[in-house]
C-alpha cells in the first residue's frame, strides 16, 4: 500500500486541480493521498469526487500556518470537522491576512521598478482562496522577469528581498488544541525544514504532544538522511507517529513528484485510529 500525505492543489499554490491531483496519484500507484492545500479545505469536494472515481483512498487535510517561537512552521491536520467554528474563525483570519499581502507585495515589487498589478497574481491565484508568493511568483515568470518559482524567491520573494511581505500566522499552540477538538490529526509538517528550523527541538515536541501533538513528517525532500534518521528516532521517544510524503506543487516545486516519500502503512492506521476523538475524549 502507498501512502502520500502531504500534496496541494489550485484551491492553494499547487498546479493540478484537486481532480486532477487526485488523478495524477491513482495513476502514479497510489492507494491513499492526502490533499493538504494551505490554509484551505476548499478543494475537497472535487478531490472527492475524483478519489471515488479512480478508486482511491483521499484523506481530507489542510497545512496550516503557524508561529512557534518567532518562526513560521506549517502544521498537517488530517480529518478535521471542516465546520468546527473556532478552525473556520482562524482559517478566516490567516486567509485574510494573505489577500491584505497581495496589495503590499505588488506595492514593494512596484516601488522596485517592476510593472507587476494586483490583477496579474489574481490571474495566476485563479480560483486559489490562498493567495500567496508562489502566485506573485507566476506572475513574474509569465513577465519574463525571473526563469521559475525558484528563482523568484530567491530574488525577490524570501525574506529579506525586496518583494517580501510578513502575514498573519496562528501561534502553534493555540491551533494544536484548537485542530484536536476538530477531531483532526496533528502533524508538524517538515519540522527540520526550511522554516522551522533549530526551533522544534525534542524538548519543544515533547511539550507540543502534551497539547495535542500527534505525530511529525519525517520523510521530506527538505530533510537530509541525517535529519531523517534523528527524527525518526525523536518520534519513537515521544511515541509520535511518523509520516512522510511528497509535498507536491504539480510543476510549481521541483524534485516533489507524488510518492517520492510515502507513509508506512502502520504509521497511516495509526493516524486513522486518532482522528476524530476530541482532547480528552
Ligand atoms: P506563502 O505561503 O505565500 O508565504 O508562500 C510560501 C509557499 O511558497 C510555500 O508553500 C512553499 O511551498 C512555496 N515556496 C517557498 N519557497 C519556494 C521556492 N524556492 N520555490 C517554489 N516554491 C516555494
Ligand atoms: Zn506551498
Ligand atoms: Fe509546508
Ligand atoms: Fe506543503
Redesign the pocket.
Given at each position: 500500500m502507498r501512502i502520500d500525505l502531504h500534496t496541494?492543489s489550485s484551491a492553494?499554490?499547487g498546479t493540478d486541480t484537486p481532480g486532477d491531483l487526485v488523478r495524477e496519484a491513482a495513476a502514479a500507484g497510489l492507494d491513499v493521498v492526502a490533499l493538504t492545500d494551505?490554509d484551505a479545505m476548499s478543494g475537497w469536494a472535487e478531490a472527492q469526487r475524483a478519489a471515488d472515481e479512480a478508486g482511491i483512498t483521499l484523506v481530507p487535510g489542510l497545512?496550516i500556518?503557524t508561529t512557534f517561537r518567532h518562526r513560521?512552521v506549517?502544521l498537517l491536520g488530517y480529518l478535521p470537522d471542516p465546520a468546527y467554528p473556532p478552525l473556520v474563525a482562524v482559517l478566516d483570519r490567516i486567509l485574510a491576512g494573505?489577500t491584505a499581502?497581495t496589495p503590499a507585495m505588488v506595492a514593494a515589487l512596484q516601488a522596485r521598478g517592476i510593472a507587476i498589478t494586483e490583477d496579474d497574481v489574481r490571474r495566476e491565484a485563479g480560483g486559489s482562496v490562498?493567495?500567496?508568493?508562489?502566485?506573485?511568483?507566476d506572475a513574474l515568470v509569465r513577465m519574463g522577469i525571473v526563469a521559475?518559482?525558484?528563482e523568484?524567491?530567491?530574488v525577490l520573494?524570501?525574506p529579506g528581498r525586496p518583494g517580501y511581505v510578513d502575514?498573519y500566522a496562528v501561534p502553534l499552540e493555540e491551533m494544536i488544541p484548537i485542530l484536536a477538538a476538530a477531531g483532526g490529526v496533528a502533524v508538524i509538517a517538515h519540522p527540520w525544514g526550511?522554516s522551522g528550523g533549530s526551533v522544534l527541538d525534542e524538548a519543544a515536541l515533547a511539550s507540543l504532544k502534551e497539547l495535542g501533538l500527534a505525530g511529525i513528517e519525517v520523510d521530506h525532500q527538505d530533510h537530509s538522511p541525517a535529519f531523517r534518521a534523528r527524527l525518526r528516532s525523536i518520534a519513537t521517544d515521544l511515541d509520535l507517529v511518523v509520516t512522510g510524503s511528497s509535498?507536491h506543487?504539480g510543476l510549481?516545486?521541483v524534485g516533489h513528484d507524488l510518492g517520492v516519500n510515502t507513509t508506512d502503512p502502520e504509521q497511516y492506521e495509526r493516524l486513522l485510529s486518532l482522528a476524530g476523538r476530541p482532547l480528552g475524549g
Open positions: 496541494h492553494s499554490d494551505h497545512e500556518s513560521g506549517h494573505r499581502r490562498a493567495a500567496g508568493r508562489p502566485h506573485v511568483a521559475d518559482r525558484t523568484a524567491f530567491h520573494l524570501n502575514r526550511r509535498d506543487h510549481g516545486k
